[in-house]
Nanobody, 122 residues
Framework: QVQLVESGGGLVQAGGSLRLSCTAS?????IAWFRQAPGGDRDFVAQ????????LYADSVKGRFTISRDNPQKTVYLQMNSLKPEDTALYYC??????????????????WGQGTQVTVSA
């Protein structure tokens, strides 16, 4: 019932910028970005709520990443500035159908995109 498509990944030098997009069809309460480095866990990055536009960020990206939304287009963006090599990961967007009291756990989200690769060179 919810389909998510990410795009915008690529290769960028440290200190550079990249913008990811996630187009969501269907009904959801919020959209989040997660990322997974090789051999690592899939970690929370940022979340935005459709109604009101409230945002939440992981400490590791605060001040550098900005999540935003375009409600008519049902698209969520992740603007990534001042990129670091440790930001290298496969980035996923995820849709939350119902709020379960948390926002940072993978299990709170019901639908996932295919992922888009972000690689930051030193």
């Amino acid at each position: 019932q919810v389909q998510l498509v990410e795009s915008g990944g690529g290769l960028v030098q440290a200190g550079g910028s990249l913008r990811l997009s996630c187009t969501a069809s269907g009904r959801s309460v919020s959209i989040a970005w997660f990322r997974q480095a090789p051999g690592g866990d899939r970690d929370f990055v940022a979340q935005i709520v459709w109604n009101g536009g409230g945002t939440l960020y992981a400490d590791s990206v605060k001040g550098r990443f900005t999540i935003s939304r375009d409600n008519p287009q049902k698209t969520v963006y992740l603007q990534m500035n001042s990129l670091k090599p440790e930001d290298t990961a496969l980035y996923y967007c995820a849709a939350m159908v119902r709020y379960d009291g948390t926002y940072y756990q993978r299990t709170s989200y019901d639908y996932w995109g295919q992922g888009t690769q972000v690689t930051v060179s030193a």
